[in-house]
């Protein structure tokens, strides 16, 4: 297990993370993708303790990680759905915590459509010195930690599967192409990437990146992020390409043509992937509009996509993430 001490008890964002912080979890997640490959791939680590998963917008992928990760670390699990709760009869979202709080959670996940909802929550349960802990599993446009996470645990591992670390990502390309207007994810990874010490090239319509992102870092980091309205540059000796969806639900204007006049100029084909380093590796953190950002035949092509890897890094990431939180 990791040897660096953690002392956070909420992961609600990664714009405040530190490099020690990083490590910790890298090292962590390592121990227990190690736990995956066994037979029995579990572990007394939460034994008893409650992890409620309070998922107020649709989720496939991260839901059911956090819910394996759980299971894996032998946690009690409750699992939350908006429809079906008293949300529907006017229960505010601190009430329906408060709920879960009185039935013994000891860690919520929390993922919401609006900014900000994880850390109101970790506010409230603070203020009643409750102890819980609270998980960002996204929340609006703002942050997704764990998704983060497990990009930067998927990265290094492709580069060094024994030992990933962050110096690995040091002085690497990696271009980020779609909407990243608005997308958690490619706000999470601006922070981890660069804190690693990687490039990282942003690509989109104009629409779709405004030039407001140049102002998201601070310091010497603010010098590894670049904006692109044109995806040759992006692309152009690249070590890792990630593409994202085109977040159609949170577009209430016209940002673009259409599907098939932005997969022109932005979608990833083999033939784009020719201005990368020949070594390239292709990632999504899903769900993926195949044809639109990214071709099928690259999607289903094992040299050169990470996206299965991704969501196996995703359990061994979050079982990581609750774990240590468990502990503080």
Not at 90 to 113: F, S
Not at 206 to 228: A, C, S, Y
Not at 310 to 326: E, F, P
């Amino acid at each position: 297990m990791a040897t660096n001490i953690w002392t956070r008890k909420h992961i609600l964002s990664l714009a405040d993370f530190i490099l020690t912080e990083y490590e910790t979890v890298l090292q962590t997640a390592t121990s227990f993708r190690e736990v995956l490959s066994r037979k029995t791939k579990k572990v007394p680590a939460l034994q008893g303790q409650v992890v409620a998963n309070l998922f107020f917008e649709p989720s496939t992928r991260t839901r059911s990680s956090f819910e394996l990760a759980a299971k894996r670390l032998s946690a009690d699990i409750l699992n939350f759905a908006p429809g079906t709760s008293s949300l529907t009869k006017g229960e505010t979202i601190l009430d329906t915590a408060k709920t879960y709080l009185a039935m013994g959670a000891n860690i919520m996940v929390i993922r919401h459509q609006h900014a900000g909802v994880p850390q109101m929550i970790a506010r409230e349960m603070d203020r009643l010195n409750s102890g819980v802990s609270i998980l960002n599993a996204g929340d609006g446009q703002h942050q997704h930690p764990s998704q983060a996470l497990l990009d930067l645990f998927t990265l290094t591992s492709v580069l060094d599967s024994e030992n990933p670390r962050l110096e690995l990502l040091t002085g690497k390309k990696i271009a980020i192409v779609g909407d990243i207007l608005h997308s958690r994810v490619a706000r999470s990874n601006i922070y981890s990437l660069t804190a690693a010490g990687a490039e990282v090239h942003l690509a989109a319509p104009p629409t779709l990146l405004p030039k407001l992102f140049l102002d998201i870092l601070e310091g010497k980091q603010k010098n590894r992020l670049f904006l692109h309205w044109q995806i040759e540059p992006a692309l152009e000796n690249a070590d890792f390409v990630m593409t994202l969806r085109l977040q159609k639900e949170r577009m209430t204007g016209n940002f673009i043509p259409s599907l098939r006049e932005y997969h022109k100029y932005y979608g990833i084909t083999r033939d784009r992937l020719k201005l990368c380093k020949p070594e390239v590796k292709v990632l999504h953190p899903g769900p993926t509009n195949r044809g639109v950002e990214i071709t099928s035949d690259l999607m289903d092509d094992p040299n050169l996509s990470l996206i299965s890897q991704q969501v196996t890094s995703g359990v061994a990431i979050r079982m990581a993430l609750l774990y240590l939180i468990s502990n503080q």
